[in-house]
């Protein structure tokens, strides 16, 4: 339901896996973003694992019950907004394919789905936001997630909303699309792969002379943030909405506590 009374989006914020254990303070300055936007903020107490992890091993039956668990906390909102690329691509695309021998259960899925949404698409496409007030005082390069970029069509749109931040500079990577190496499992059964790309990526971030890396899916920032610290390379790495906030003020992902806001 919408909050009618106000014309606020009733929005449910979903808490990835990786920002809970790693990085509290991108669920922070997400919430912070969404509520300046003008959004009625829920936390759904009874969200879990998108599933992704299990759908892409081949345990189709333990992503479904996940699924089932994500579709059941979010269903009364306007909308599911989350702070990742690849989590939303997993909500977005797989859930429907998850239960196409349930009818019932696929026309939840594909509500949810429509109704879905990566921060700053949602943000950018929807709301039609292209400034959030903030401050930062660096030159910047951008990553492009493979789950994003390919599976949600994300690209402008942060680099729109890092536009309008003062004292940002943005200085494009070369092969800005290409994968970190990541890729979930990829880089535990990949490692000789993985490592490759990733020194490749790290590669391409240095040469632009940027201070601080971005990006919108925290896998991937913890992928170069982790070489990086290993090659004992200066380089700050925030998440998109660390700096969309002007919460990207404490240690930089890989960096000191868990959460600096």
């Known amino acids: 339901m919408t909050d009618s009374s106000r014309g606020r989006p009733r929005v449910g914020l979903f808490v990835t896996c990786l920002m809970n254990l790693f990085r509290p303070n991108i669920g922070f300055a997400t919430a912070k973003l969404l509520e300046e936007a003008g959004c009625r903020l829920v936390v759904p107490q ?5 599933g992704q992890p299990g759908y892409n091993a081949g345990d189709e039956d333990s992503a479904r019950a996940l699924a089932q668990q994500v579709i059941l906390a979010f ?16 909500i977005r695309h797989d859930y429907p394919l998850l239960f196409a021998a349930a009818p019932a259960w696929r026309a939840r899925a594909e509500a949810l789905a429509a109704k879905s949404w990566e921060l700053t698409s949602f943000l950018v496409d929807v709301l039609g936001i292209s400034q959030t007030g903030a401050r930062f005082d660096g030159v910047v390069t951008y990553h492009d997630s493979c789950s994003g970029l390919r599976g949600l069509g994300i690209k402008g749109q942060p680099r729109q909303l890092l536009a309008g931040i003062e004292g940002l500079t943005l200085r494009e990577m070369a092969e800005t699309e290409v994968c970190c190496g990541f890729g979930g499992t990829f880089c535990v059964k990949y490692p000789e792969i993985s490592l490759k790309l990733v020194d490749d990526k790290i590669q391409n971030v ?3 002379g940027a201070d601080t890396l971005l990006g919108g899916d925290l896998g991937c920032l913890m992928q170069v943030a982790g ?6 390379l200066p380089m ?3 998440h998109v909405a660390e700096v969309l906030a002007g919460l990207a003020t404490g ?5 000191g506590p868990l959460a600096s806001g």
């Open 236 to 238: 700050r790495v925030y």
């Open 75 to 90: 269903e009364e909102f306007d909308y599911l907004v989350g702070p990742s690329g690849s989590c939303l691509a997993s």
């Open 227 to 232: 070489r990086l610290r290993r090659r004992d």
């Open 251 to 255: 240690p930089s992902i890989g960096e």
């Open 206 to 208: 240095l040469a632009t």
């Open 46 to 50: 009874g969200q879990t694992c998108c």
